[in-house]
């Protein structure tokens, strides 16, 4: 199994910047990709960012320029830089996972966290 732990999520300005965390743990063989979606009131899980070990990185049009995704593979750590943000950007922000840990039957598996919320203020 793989635990997934965010940090970093609040009530912020429009204008402001948030950083939130994701710590992955647990009986880990590999992780493929690392990332965020988030998901606002009434509305479906949208992809925010993601990150695939040393092939790519993917961003939302509407936080392209604003957010920035980064990983530190060594510790299964996955950041979202979020700035300039807007009343829009509220939301709860799950971290996201796919890799192979142990109890998983396939080569991969997708793994989630709890989700921190993300509440900006106009």
């Keep these: 199994q793989v ?3 965010e940090s970093g999520g609040g009530l912020v300005q429009a204008g402001g910047s948030l950083r939130l965390s994701c710590a992955a743990s647990g009986s880990i063989f590999s992780i493929n990709t690392m990332g965020w979606y988030r998901q606002a009131p009434g509305k479906q899980r949208e992809l925010v960012a993601t990150e695939s070990t040393g092939v790519r990185t993917d961003y939302a049009d509407s936080v392209k320029g604003r957010f920035t995704i980064s990983r530190d593979n060594a510790k299964n750590t996955v950041y979202l830089q ?3 943000l807007s009343p829009e950007d509220t939301a709860v922000y799950y971290c996201f996972a796919q890799g192979w840990a142990r109890g998983c039957p396939r080569p991969s598996c997708d793994y989630w966290g709890q989700g921190t919320q993300v509440t900006v203020s106009s």
């Design 3 to 5: 635990q997934l732990v």
């Design 82 to 84: 979020l700035n300039s």
